[in-house]
Structures are given as C-alpha cells and as structure tokens.
C-alpha cells in the first residue's frame, strides 16, 4: 500500500470552492453578464450598471440587467430587483429621468441563485488549480482532468446563468395620471438573455417595430 501526503484535485477543488468569498463568486456573475454580448431588439443593454447615473436616458429602448445582489421572487412587491429598477426608471445619477418608458429590467430568480453560485464557484476552483499546476507539481492526468473540469464547469454555469436570470420587469402605467406599476414575466428557452427579452415584449405588445406602411 502506498499512501499519498497530497490530496487528489478533487478533494482541493473542493476545498478552493468552499474557501471562497461571496465577493469573488458575484464578480464572476457580474464579469459574465458584462460579456454577455446579445441586444436582441434593444439599442443597447446595459449589464450591471453602478446606480442609475450609468444607465443613458434617451428616446431609445434599452434593457438593464440587474446585478446578482438584486434578485426577485414570483409575485414579490418589495424584491431587491424592483427597489433598484425603481431607483434608475426614476432617476439618472441626481436628475429626475425622462424616458422612463424606455426602460425595461432583467432581474435573477433568488430561489435559483444559489445553484448559479454554487456552480461558479467549482468553476473558479478548477480554474485556479489549473492555473496553478506548476506550483502544485501536477502530473499529465491531474493536468488533463482539471482542464476537463474547469471546461464542464465553465458551460455549466453559462447554462445557470441563463436559467437564473429569468425575470422581465416592465413598468408599465394604466392610467396616465396614475403610479407606475411593474409587470413580471418569465423568460424560458435557450437563447442570449437579450433576445428572450425581446420576443416576450413583442408577443405582450410592450415593444414593436412597424413597416413604414402600417406606421
């Protein structure tokens, strides 16, 4: 029998992924949104913006993707996702915001983010052993297998990231003279963020685009 004083790089992947901070694992969501890339029928999409001031106020439609620290439950009224979408639909920066109405807010689901997290974090895990496979002396297999996870890992979470960020806020307001309300609706399917967003609104009547004709 020969017993090893190192541990395997599933037991330290294990151990990397539970000694890491919440702060690392957010960045890594937010750094991700960031990349996302797709605008679907927005002019632009604006992915974690720092407070209101970051988010344009012009006659253009935009989609604001609301940070991980702000998720939303079905039916809430008081979700962190809808106090911060309040906050910028109302102003930008110190100014009271004009096009309000073009404005609409992608939040996360609370009840799934923990599973997103959890995936980030094996993920930077394999990440950081691979990285750092000279220092712990790894062999080819070791090598092979935590380049393999880190990959598996990797499209894990940009599976959970689509699935987690599922909630459309639209504000929306009946009467005229009266508050704003906020319309929730569910994103299903595959596709970027950005164009899931888009077809929700098209097929709810909240955004359109007309043939110079029908105009």
């Known amino acids: 029998y020969w017993f090893s004083t190192q541990p395997s790089v599933t037991r330290l992947a294990q151990?990397?992924?539970?000694?890491?901070?919440?702060?690392?694992i957010l960045e890594e969501v937010k750094r991700r949104l960031r990349n996302y890339g797709s605008k679907g029928d927005f002019v632009a999409v604006h992915a974690v913006p720092e407070g209101s001031a970051g988010v344009?106020?012009?006659?253009?439609?935009?989609?604001?993707?609301?940070?991980?620290?702000?998720?939303?439950s079905q039916k809430a009224v008081d979700s962190a996702a809808l106090a911060e979408a309040t906050s910028i639909l109302n102003t930008r920066g110190q100014a009271p915001r004009l096009y309000r109405n073009m404005l609409v807010?992608?939040?996360?689901?609370?009840?799934?983010?923990?599973?997103?997290?959890?995936?980030?974090?094996?993920?930077?895990?394999?990440?950081?052993?691979?990285?750092?496979?000279?220092r712990l002396n790894l062999n080819t297999t070791q090598r092979r297998q935590a380049e393999t996870k880190q990959d598996e890992a990797d499209k894990?979470?940009?599976?959970r990231l689509n699935e987690t960020y599922c909630w459309l806020l639209s504000p929306i307001q009946p009467d005229p003279?009266?508050?704003?309300?906020?319309?929730?609706?569910k994103l299903q399917g595959t596709d970027p963020m950005a164009v899931k967003a888009s077809r929700r609104l098209?097929?709810?009547g909240l955004i359109a685009a007309y043939s110079a004709t029908s105009l």
């Open 105 to 134: 807010f992608l939040a996360a689901d609370k009840r799934s983010l923990s599973d997103l997290e959890s995936a980030v974090a094996q993920y930077l895990a394999w990440k950081s052993i691979f990285t750092d496979e000279e």
């Open 15 to 24: 151990d990397r992924a539970e000694n890491l901070s919440a702060e690392d």
């Open 156 to 159: 894990t979470v940009s599976i």
């Open 202 to 204: 098209r097929g709810t």
């Open 177 to 185: 003279k009266g508050d704003v309300e906020w319309e929730e609706g």
């Open 56 to 72: 344009i106020d012009e006659m253009t439609a935009r989609l604001v993707i609301l940070g991980p620290e702000h998720p939303h």
